[in-house]
């Protein structure tokens, strides 16, 4: 009925798995649907080991008025009273659809983003060379540090998005306002040249389409105070999202999963035990951290297993799922992690011969 079954029955081939698409991710409600607990696989290994210049969009629009979109398209951008605008979803999404694919208009090297100074000469000529209709998008974006005065800088610093350790801007993407527990997250393909935005759980007709947009290995994963804080200082706005508005008992439970997640992070993801790990994985779950930090978490269990090829074979699998939900099944990402799970299920099996 889920993703989750399809690593059940089908494990012993490869291809079952690379054809979960979208076309049948009716039954799974979020990205944590798909990033099965190693007990899960576990379970399942027994019977297995024994036998441009724009936006390239899938379609949205932008209206002042939603009632005049076409619902066959995934989006559109809407005004949101006090907020500026906002990206909707037009029809029923499910988790690893691509909403959107857009080129990004700047590309910046992360050692002159860091440089203010370094970074407004950049911006000064790069925007002045853009054709009129590009720059009319960059100036259309907001500068949350000075609203009432913004600057190239200021501009790029508000809507900037990583580019695999450098940095870029999409103006369309850049529409898309935070959530502290988003429904899509934005996800980097250089080997395309583009920035997708991926949905990472069921959204709804009408719903709002929210990334966040702080690290899931930093403040993404603290406590409401912190992650407000931050927000305030870097963006100019106090977070309002479901999560910033919890209170009594739900409120304490959120905190208690997020202190847990802040102690177990501060010891180094390279001194946890592979049970430590999983606890850290099974919390960021629950907050909703990003698909890239997951993968990371995947990564070290991996790395943890040097001498146990099942535990590999369980991690290539939970690694692949989230990969290719994430990253596409064509990605460098997906590839790794599959060729991973034949060579490991290789192995399992000579070590049960």
């Known amino acids: 009925d889920t993703l989750s079954s399809t690593t059940g029955e089908n494990l012993e ?30 379970d399942d290994c027994v019977d297995t080991t024994s036998s441009d210049d724009g936006y390239i969009s899938s379609g949205g629009i932008e209206t002042e008025d939603s009632s005049s979109a076409d619902c066959s398209e995934p989006y559109e951008i809407r005004s949101i009273p006090g907020k500026g605008k906002g ?7 499910f988790p690893g659809e691509i909403v959107l694919t857009e080129v990004p208009l700047i590309i910046l090297a992360d050692d002159i983003f860091i440089d203010p100074e370094k970074c407004e000469r950049f911006l000064d000529k790069e925007v002045d ?11 259309s974006l907001s500068d949350g540090r000075d609203p009432e005065n913004p600057t190239y800088l200021g ?51 009408g719903d709002e389409i929210t990334i ?46 997020r202190e847990k997640i802040k102690e177990l992070q501060s010891v180094g993801l390279h001194k946890l035990q592979n049970k430590e790990i999983e606890q850290l994985f099974e919390r ?39 990969a290719m939900t994430a990253y596409g099944e064509d990605s460098t ?16 099996l000579q070590m049960k011969i």
């Open 13 to 42: 081939s490869v291809d079952t798995l690379s054809s979960t698409t979208v076309d049948n991710l009716e039954s799974v409600d979020t990205l944590s649907s798909l990033t099965l607990s190693s007990q899960d696989i576990q």
């Open 87 to 93: 990206m909707f979803a037009t029809r029923k999404i």
């Open 129 to 139: 060379k853009m054709p009129m209709h590009q720059r009319q998008r960059f100036l």
């Open 155 to 205: 501009r790029f610093y508000t809507n900037d998005m990583d580019w695999d350790g450098d940095v870029c801007l999409c103006p369309t993407m850049a529409r898309v306002n935070h959530a502290c527990a988003p429904n899509a997250d934005f996800i980097t393909r250089q080997d395309k040249g583009e920035q997708r935005l991926v949905a990472i759980s069921i959204i709804q007709p």
């Open 212 to 257: 966040c947009y702080l690290p899931s290995a930093d403040e993404g994963t603290d406590i409401r105070r912190v992650r407000q804080d931050y927000l305030l200082s870097l963006y100019g706005f106090r977070c309002t999202c479901k999560q910033c508005n919890l209170e009594g008992e739900d409120l304490e439970a959120n905190e208690e999963v």
């Open 284 to 322: 960021c779950v629950v907050v909703t951290a990003k698909p890239t930090y997951l993968l990371q978490l995947i990564q070290a269990l991996y790395n943890n297993n040097p001498n146990s090829q099942v535990d590999k074979y369980i991690q290539s699998i939970r690694g692949y799922v989230i």
């Open 333 to 348: 990402q997906a590839q790794l992690w599959k060729e991973r799970i034949e060579i490991d299920e290789f192995q399992a």
